[in-house]
């Protein structure tokens, strides 16, 4: 199963990555490998049954995760929502996931008290990209800078498949 999720806050140390995504894949005693994908690669532990690649991110958010469970823990790997959310509880900083909706700047955030908020998120065209969250439905506590505000264009689009 593969996830890509989006760490907001400040930035987590890879062990504390690694020990969180033990706990939220719920793997007791498996091998997960973090490591960053412009790093040195020939030292990752490619047989590691989770393996995750990070990239270091600016504006609102410090990480993009690219994670994979191997196909043997998958009945036990949960959906991405939960995994986001667990991420979230063990970290202490808000994840965000992909909405379902087709518009890019469509998001869930997952929220270290274990709660889910729709999001609002932008990337600039800088090189790299500036991220910013631009608003959310409901306040979080880790992000009291963000915008609380609806979300129009998501309401329309899940009207327009209605």
Do not use: F
């Amino acid at each position: 199963m593969i996830y890509d999720l989006l760490l907001a806050g400040p930035p987590v140390p890879p062990t504390s990555l690694a020990e969180a995504l033990a706990e939220a894949v719920r793997t007791e005693g498996v091998d997960v490998d973090v490591a960053d994908r412009d790093g040195d690669q020939s030292q990752r532990d490619w047989t590691a049954p989770v393996l995750c690649g990070y990239i270091r991110l600016r504006g609102d958010l410090s990480l993009e995760l690219d994670i994979y469970v191997e196909d043997a823990l998958v009945n036990e790997a949960p959906a991405e929502p939960e995994l986001a959310r667990r991420l979230a509880m063990a970290l202490g900083v808000p994840v965000l996931y992909p909405a379902e909706e087709v518009l890019p700047s469509a998001y869930w955030l997952a929220t270290s008290s274990g709660e889910s908020v729709r999001a609002r998120l932008y990337a600039s065209d800088d090189e790299p990209p500036v991220h910013t969250i631009d608003a959310v439905e409901s306040p979080v506590a880790q992000l009291p800078h963000i915008r609380v505000s609806d979300l129009p264009e998501i309401a329309r689009e899940q009207h327009g498949k209605g």
